[in-house]
């Protein structure tokens, strides 16, 4: 297997960009005194991540994908971000398996 050389130079460059953001994130929430509405709209952020990762799957793939979309919408309200995208994984499998 080879690696495209521009190919990796992006990856490399989006990973460096990643953690250079979540580096300066965590940096400033540390020297900052957070209120409880900003700290309550921060809690907003990893479900709206999670839905504008998924609702392109949920518009353009088939009815298991679509399913498996509305649960791990469902479950972000109530559960982890990581126990949402589980329930997700396993509902798109489990329908998938039985032909949908």
């Known amino acids: 297997m080879t690696i495209d050389p521009a190919t990796l130079a992006t990856i490399l460059a989006m990973a460096a ?8 994130g965590a940096f400033l929430v540390r020297r ?10 921060l ?8 839905m504008a990762v998924v609702a ?3 518009l353009t793939t088939g009815p ?4 498996a979309c509305a649960v791990t919408a469902l479950a972000a309200l109530r559960l982890p971000m990581l126990a949402a995208a589980t329930a997700g994984v396993v509902t798109v499998a489990v329908l998938r398996a039985l032909g949908f």
């Not at 900052?32 to 709209?41: C, F, I, R, S, V």
């Not at 809690?43 to 999670?50: D, E, I, K, Q, R």
């Not at 298991?64 to 399913?67: I, K, L, V």
Request: charged content about 10%; proline content about 12%; cysteine-free.
């Open 17 to 24: 960009a990643t953690l250079a953001a979540r580096l300066a």
């Open 32 to 41: 900052m005194t957070l209120g409880p509405k900003l700290e309550q709209a």
């Open 64 to 67: 298991a994908e679509t399913a």
């Open 43 to 50: 809690n907003t952020v990893p479900p709206a991540v999670l």
């Open 56 to 58: 392109p799957t949920a």
